[in-house]
């Protein structure tokens, strides 16, 4: 049998879903490395030839002479071009998908990261932080708020489409419970997510590798807690 173009190396994290949320809505098929944090294979020297960052997640686009490519917002900007899809071809439109992803890889992934860090890793492992889960989880409100104003205006957040944009950032946003970041009020921002959850290839990426339901705040999360602190301990400076 032919294996597929893309191979992804990922794992059950806000930006290892990304990519699957793509080749899942488009269709396309892959095949997959499941990288364990617990066993740091992310740091593996073969791992990291792919991605300089000791990161996930990457692919491999056995089509294109084993190209890698890491960082997620690369991975979905070359799955775009690649099959021609979630990236509009009109200048306009296209630069404004590039601006919102964007404006979720250097804002809401990393803010809203870092709220969880301090909150779910720090602090189960006895680094107690107040002054940086406030700074972090007063500043991703603050991009959320960005984020409701623009889809008071647009059902999507570029170029009226569901794009890369909206598949980087939804991830991020919709998972407000584990960063502790109030959104009851912003119901545009409420609005979109039940737009994207409705949509049945999300809800099946956001089980691969496998599902982590804590995330989302759909279930008692002490449990995942333990093991997500336990995973990340020896990131924890003391
Ligand atoms: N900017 C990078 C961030 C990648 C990243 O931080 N990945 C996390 C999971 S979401 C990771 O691999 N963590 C493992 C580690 O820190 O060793 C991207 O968007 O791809």
């Known amino acids: 049998m032919n294996e597929p173009d893309i191979h992804l190396y990922t794992a059950a994290t806000m930006n290892g879903y990304k990519p699957v949320i793509f080749l899942e809505e488009a269709g396309i098929a892959y095949d997959l490395t499941f990288v364990n944090f617990a066993k740091k294979e992310q740091k593996d020297p073969a791992y990291v030839k792919l991605n300089p960052n000791g990161r996930i997640p ?19 900007w070359y799955l775009a071009e690649k099959y021609d899809r979630f990236l509009p071809h009109d ?10 992803l964007m404006f979720q890889m250097a804002g809401v992934g990393p803010m809203m990261g870092q709220a969880m860090y301090f909150q779910r890793i720090a602090l189960p ?3 107690e932080e107040p002054f940086s889960i406030k700074r972090y989880v007063d500043e991703s409100r603050r991009l959320l708020e960005v984020l409701d104003a623009r889809l008071a205006e647009h059902d999507w957040l570029a170029a009226d489409q569901y794009s890369i944009a909206d598949m980087a950032t939804y991830p991020w946003a919709r998972a407000f419970r584990w960063a502790n970041v ?12 039940e737009r994207i959850d409705a949509r049945p290839m999300i809800q099946k990426a956001l089980t691969i590798p496998k599902a982590q339901p804590a995330f989302w705040g759909d279930v008692d999360e002490d449990a995942f807690l333990e093991e997500n602190a336990a995973r990340f301990a020896s990131d924890v400076k003391s």
């Open 58 to 76: 990457t692919i491999v686009d056995r089509s294109n002479g084993d190209f890698a490519v890491f960082e997620s917002g690369a991975i979905l």
């Open 91 to 100: 200048a306009n439109d296209r630069s404004e998908t590039l601006q919102w």
């Open 125 to 127: 492992n006895g680094q």
């Open 182 to 193: 109030p959104v009851d009020d912003l119901t545009n921002l409420n609005r979109w997510f």
